[in-house]
T-cell receptor, first 114, second 115 residues
Framework: EAQVTQNPRYLITVTGKKLTVTCSQNMNHEYMSWYRQDPGLGLRQIYYSMNVEVTDKGDVPEGYKVSRKEKRNFPLILESPSPNQTSLYFC?????????????FGEGSWLTVV | AQTVTQSQPEMSVQEAETVTLSCTYDTSESNYYLFWYKQPPSRQMILVIRQEAYKQQNATENRFSVNFQKAAKSFSLKISDSQLGDTAMYFCAFMRIQGAQKLVFGQGTRLTINP
């Protein structure tokens, strides 16, 4: 079954404590992205990756890091989380270099920073 | 940069009625994709329908259809014979043909279907 798996699904953490949200896909997709969802703002892209070792900033990259050392994994790293990073996070993946292919989303990770 | 606007934060209709959700977008691209995604209370992102800008024919998927007006940069979603299971947040989204496969989302419309 085609899947994008995110962990953890729910997390409450404290300001400044580094955390990593993992994302893994089993479809051998080249493209992977991270989005955050906030009320009234929809989803906004944080970072994306077009292949292994190829990553670039999306619209809201401040406070986040990513890496793509393996094709299947694309972790999102919050080095020093702050309360304004409290949000619902989605990982997404797709194949190919054009928009016609299906984009698969993970189930989302709720992150609360206190 | 592309922008997507959904001007209806919330809508509510009775079961079996038809409802139309509005979406406008701004882009200088001539070819692109437009999407409607459904997000039920589980927060899962579910693709409802997709429209290629180079196709004049409006996309349809069972009870879901779009009214794509390229010159007006409008992309509305019509849900016919609405069902309780259609209750969800709906997002309109834009994607360029080439590049990073980046979806640009609207703010969302919360749709409630009442029994």
């Amino acid at each position: 079954e085609a899947q994008v798996t995110q962990n953890p699904r729910y997390l409450i953490t404290v300001t400044g404590k580094k955390l990593t949200v993992t994302c893994s896909q089993n479809m051998n997709h080249e493209y992977m992205s991270w989005y955050r969802q906030d009320p009234g703002l929809g989803l906004r892209q944080i970072y994306y990756s077009m292949n292994v070792e190829v990553t670039d900033k999306g619209d809201v990259p401040e406070g986040y890091k990513v890496s793509r050392k393996e094709k299947r994994n694309f972790p999102l790293i919050l080095e020093s989380p702050s309360p304004n990073q409290t949000s619902l996070y989605f990982c997404a993946s797709s194949s190919g270099g054009w928009g016609g292919n299906t984009i698969y989303f993970g189930e989302g990770s709720w992150l609360t920073v206190v | 940069a592309q922008t997507v606007t959904q001007s209806q934060p919330e809508m509510s209709v009775q079961e079996a009625e038809t409802v139309t959700l509005s979406c406008t977008y701004d882009t200088s691209e001539s070819n692109y994709y437009l999407f409607w995604y459904k997000q039920p209370p589980s927060r899962q992102m579910i693709l409802v329908i997709r429209q290629e800008a180079y196709k004049q024919q409006n996309a349809t998927e069972n009870r879901f259809s779009v009214n794509f007006q390229k010159a007006a940069k409008s992309f509305s979603l019509k849900i016919s014979d609405s069902q309780l299971g259609d209750t969800a947040m709906y997002f309109c989204a834009f994607m360029r043909i080439q590049g990073a496969q980046k979806l640009v989302f609207g703010q969302g419309t919360r749709l409630t279907i009442n029994p």
